[in-house]
């Protein structure tokens, strides 16, 4: 994770921090630069086959957002998201924690100057993972490192909208949905050391799906 962020964080700052353009006689800022956090409110798509329900987590990170006075605008986002899901069966509850470094590319659809629709896609990249369990583990366990079930890149959509109240504050909520499943082999682990995946596994293929609400400044 260390060297991960050692290498995006300074790319991240090479692309924001460069010299404002100019429109001329007006002189206006047009790259607009941004710091957010907020709250996750994380699940997993088919969560009622294995019980599951909302995890909360946090978010935070920064965003590029040229200024439009254009209807469509587009914006840049890098984050660290916590979420995951809890789950729970006859036999066993517990909760997956799933640390991603998600990267937005979004298109912003500016209803007025005080709100703002936004679409578009996002890839994720899994830095770590966690799974707690109310079920003991053998002695002898027969599973693999808890990141070799993993898929370590996700993609997905989001959509959200954005209002900005007074100058240089946003607040706003998104939704996230990944099209990538979860699990490489979700029902089928033969090849990583069990015919029986772990408990906190399903036996369905699932998605990431997180509801985000957060706030923000625009420098």
């Known amino acids: 994770m260390k060297k991960l962020l050692i290498t995006v964080i300074p790319l ?55 200024a439009s006075k254009r209807i469509i605008s587009s914006r840049t986002e890098i984050l660290f998201s916590k979420q995951g899901y809890n789950y729970k069966t006859n036999t066993n509850s517990g909760s997956v924690d799933l640390n991603y470094l998600i990267i937005p590319q979004l298109m912003g659809i500016n209803i007025t100057r005080f709100v703002q629709l936004q679409v578009g896609a996002q890839m994720a990249f899994l830095l770590n993972a966690k799974a707690d ?71 369905v293929n699932t998605k990431n799906n997180v509801i985000q609400v957060f706030a923000g400044i625009r420098f």
């Open 133 to 203: 369990s109310s079920k003991p583990a053998a002695p002898n366990n027969p599973y693999a490192p808890i990141m070799d079930y993993y898929n370590r890149f996700d993609y997905g959509a989001a959509a959200g909208i954005e209002i900005y109240p007074v100058k240089n504050v946003l607040i706003g909520a998104r939704f996230n949905l990944s099209f990538g499943d979860l699990y490489k082999n979700a029902g089928d682990f033969s090849g990583t050391g069990s015919g029986a995946p772990p408990s906190f596994i399903p036996k």
């Open 12 to 66: 991240l700052l090479l692309t924001i921090i460069v010299p404002a353009q100019t429109d001329g006689k007006n002189k206006k800022q047009l790259i607009g630069i941004g710091i957010k956090a907020g709250v996750n409110f994380a699940n997993i798509t088919k969560a009622i086959e294995i019980g599951s329900n909302t995890r909360t987590g946090f978010m935070a990170g920064a965003f590029l957002a040229p």
